[in-house]
């Protein structure tokens, strides 16, 4: 079982930057490969990056296509996504997830494991 925490969440202008963590806790960490959705109210939830167990490769939905970069460091059981040029298309609550490394490649939400709890980003213009 993994238990997942985001932050970094919060109020920041169009064209800004922000830092989310997700924060693991349970067994086999690197079991693991990690993943970024996020949910605007009304709309479905939506794929934004993910990247394998490893580091080594990642992949992202087209909304964070070159401006988001997902990263993840093992030894402190964190996954980050850095988000640079924000837009206001981008509020949404942002959620951490965990699937097994067998299950990469999926952007499908219902395919993904675990959970965080999630974090509000908001873009003003």
């Known amino acids: 079982q993994v238990q997942l925490v985001e932050s970094g969440g919060g109020l920041v202008q169009a064209g800004g930057s922000l830092r989310l963590s997700c924060a693991a806790s349970?067994?086999?960490?690197?079991?693991?490969?990690m993943g970024w959705f996020r949910q605007a109210p009304g709309k479905e939830r939506e794929f934004v990056a993910a990247i394998s167990w490893s580091g080594r490769s990642t992949y992202y939905g087209d909304s964070a296509e070159g401006r988001f970069t997902i990263s993840r460091d093992n030894a402190k059981i964190t996954t980050y996504l850095q988000m640079n040029m924000l837009k206001p298309d981008d509020t949404a609550v942002y959620y951490c997830?965990?699937?097994?490394?067998?299950?990469?490649?999926?952007?499908?939400?219902?395919?993904?494991?675990?959970w965080g709890q999630g974090t509000q980003v908001t873009v003003s213009s």
């Open positions: 997830a965990a699937i097994l490394t067998s299950g990469w490649g999926t952007s499908r939400a219902d395919d993904w494991d675990h």
């Open positions: 349970g067994r086999a960490f690197s079991m693991y490969a």
